[in-house]
């Protein structure tokens, strides 16, 4: 284990709303490359990865505090003996250790295996039988609502009670607004973009330019590998 020095992988610090897009698409892109990995069907593994993007997005400021492919800010925690990096998070009184990767994927299969550990497994494995299922909710937020697959706000709230950081309502309804814009941002999934998610996070991002190049005309945008 060596400390690093932190280095912004994720969006810009004054981010537009098209970088923040394209690190929001290429995030969702990556996880729906490992849920697959893990053997979650293609269609299946979009929704969820949108609800846990949407946890990325609070814990990353829409990808402006992403450090060394950390996507979900995780701390060192015990047990964990790769690279790290000092930050001084909020609720830091001084500079910690959080968990450094060498790319993208890596980050990903980090974040994702530890929803799969025990305290969290439960509350993966309901998001994945809600959307499997076919089931949707209907969400509000600021006064109004907005449909999505399976039971994210759930979720979520679920994971918070299971310990992942402190419940709150605040914290819930913010995760409802965010929630409505990444399932906005990465729409709905391409049947035949199946095969080339399946390659791996390499390949989900080739697959994902090539969606927005269609959608927009020809726009580029940047992602890290």
């Known amino acids: 284990m060596a400390t690093i020095e932190a280095e912004r992988t994720g969006a810009p610090e004054h981010a537009t709303t098209s970088e923040r897009q ?9 996880c729906v490359a ?16 949108v609800a846990i993007v949407a946890h990325w997005v609070r814990e990353s400021g829409w990808g402006r505090k992403e450090w060394n492919f950390n996507i979900g800010n995780m701390r060192k925690g015990r047990g964990w003996t790769g690279d790290v990096h000092l930050l001084q998070g909020g609720d830091d009184p001084a500079p910690a250790p959080y968990r450094a990767y060498g790319s993208l994927a890596e980050g990903v299969r980090n974040h994702v295996g530890l929803l ?9 494995g309901a998001l994945v039988r809600s959307v499997a299922a076919g089931e949707r909710s ?14 994210p706000v759930t979720y979520y709230r679920d994971l918070m009670v299971a310990g992942w950081h402190p419940y709150s309502d605040e914290s819930l309804d913010d995760y409802r607004g965010v929630l409505k814009t990444v399932a906005a941002w990465v729409g709905r999934p391409d049947p035949t973009a199946a095969m080339v998610f ?18 927009t005309g020809g726009t580029r945008i940047g992602v890290e590998s």
Do not use: C, N
């Not at 394209?22 to 990556?30: D, E, G, N, Q």
């Not at 490992?34 to 990865?49: H, I, K, Q, Y």
């Not at 799969?116 to 993966?124: F, G, I, S, W």
């Open 138 to 151: 209907r969400v509000r937020y600021g006064g109004a609502e907005f449909d999505v697959v399976g039971d």
């Open 34 to 49: 490992e849920l697959m990995a893990r053997g979650v069907d293609f269609p299946v593994a979009w929704d969820v990865a």
């Open 116 to 124: 799969t550990v025990a305290r969290y497994d439960q509350v993966l």
């Open 22 to 30: 394209a690190w929001v698409r290429s995030r969702h892109a990556a």
């Open 198 to 215: 399946a390659g791996g996070v390499a390949l989900a991002l080739v697959a994902l330019l090539r969606v927005l190049s269609t959608r």
